[in-house]
């Protein structure tokens, strides 16, 4: 177990609704990044915080937005919801930027548009 | 950015045989590079990795080759066992926020 929390486990959502999803980081890290895994593939970065400010986006739309806080657990926001954002969602946590650091996964929320 | 290829997509190996999973990437300025396990239902497990700087890492039955010039690193699991069996994920990273998988290979360990 690598100690990152996230919740909730399942989420069924309809299209257009908005939905939060929260981790809570391994104790000590400042970092946390989070992933969308669609079935059958690899996790793709969403965005980075560090230190409650983004610090690098992949290519999702501005609908998917994130927040950290000062205990360094984050959420996950996701805006007018589409088919294709049924995934899993990781949340991923790390000590520090100085270099390469890293990573531990959390076991995910799967989350269904229906 | 960094584009990674991960082959085989599926691996199939006798208990006590060996695996291979290779992958290769793009970008020269990666310089750190994980191996992730997941199983059905759960996260991706840290495994093992390896930096730019180190041509090979061994942990008991697994190990990580880099080879920087031809870019390209490979996983090499040794005296599988069926607990093995789980889906396996290279990742490259350059400037340690975002981490490019590979599409993931699932292997089977017969007993």
């Known amino acids: 177990e690598t100690g990152v929390t996230q919740s909730p486990t399942h989420l069924i959502k309809t299209r257009g609704q908005q939905v939060t999803l929260r981790c809570s980081s391994q104790?000590?890290?400042?970092?946390v990044s989070w992933y969308q895994q669609a079935l059958g593939q690899g996790p793709q970065f969403i965005f980075q915080?560090?230190?409650?400010?983004?610090?690098g986006r992949g290519n999702f739309p501005p609908r998917f937005s994130g927040l950290q806080f000062p205990n360094y657990s984050s959420e996950l926001n996701v805006n007018a919801l589409e088919l294709d954002d049924s995934a899993l969602y990781l949340c991923?946590?790390?000590?520090?930027?100085?270099?390469?650091?890293?990573?531990?996964f959390g076991p995910g929320t799967r989350l269904t548009v229906l | 950015g960094e584009n990674v290829e991960q082959h085989p997509s599926t691996l199939s190996v006798q208990e006590g045989d060996s695996a291979v999973i290779k992958c290769t990437y793009s970008d020269s300025a990666s310089n750190y590079f994980p191996w992730y396990k997941q199983e059905l239902g759960k996260g991706p497990q840290l495994i093992i990795d390896i930096r730019s700087n180190v041509g090979e890492k061994k942990d008991q039955r697994i190990a990580v080759t880099l080879n920087k010039t031809a870019k390209h690193f490979s996983l090499h699991i040794t005296e599988t066992q069926p607990e093995d069996s789980a889906v396996y994920f290279c990742a490259a990273s350059t400037t340690g926020n975002q981490f490019y998988f590979g599409t993931g290979t699932s292997l089977t360990v017969i007993p």
């Open positions: 915080y560090y230190r409650e400010e983004e610090n």
């Open positions: 104790s000590g890290h400042n970092t």
């Open positions: 991923a946590s790390s000590l520090d930027l100085a270099g390469v650091d890293t990573q531990y």
